[in-house]
């Protein structure tokens, strides 16, 4: 079964950092590109970075120069480390694989930008 466990959320102020992991299973960690998405209320889904097998990183616009995906390959977990954080960065965050598989969705882990 495949399993995708999010960490690392929490409340920070305007302007801190935060650092994400996600746990993956070996099976599909291996073979795919890994990715982050988050979700505010309100809004839909949507990705904030990606990194693929060999290291090749995207990000969203919003969050370019202020997050960096990485990824170890030796841990099967993919981080987010965030910086300059802000309100507008409140959401659930998610990783998933590329291209995402809808059956792959974990529980998410809270990021509350709030001073």
């Known amino acids: 079964q495949v399993q995708l466990v999010e960490s690392g959320g929490g409340l920070v102020q305007p302007g801190g950092s935060l650092r994400l992991s996600c746990a993956a299973s070996?099976?599909?960690?291996?073979?795919?590109?890994m990715a982050w998405y988050r979700q505010a209320p309100g809004n839909q889904r949507e990705l904030v970075a990606g990194i693929n097998r060999v290291g090749l990183t995207n990000y969203a616009d919003s969050v370019k120069g202020r997050f960096t995906i990485s990824r170890d390959n030796a841990k099967n977990t993919v981080y987010l480390q965030m910086n300059s954080l802000k309100p507008e960065d409140t959401a659930v965050y998610y990783c998933?694989?590329?291209?995402?598989?809808?059956?792959?969705w974990g529980q998410g882990t809270q990021v509350t930008v709030s001073s």
């Open positions: 998933n694989v590329i291209p995402v598989r809808r059956d792959y």
């Open positions: 070996g099976s599909i960690f291996s073979r795919n590109g």
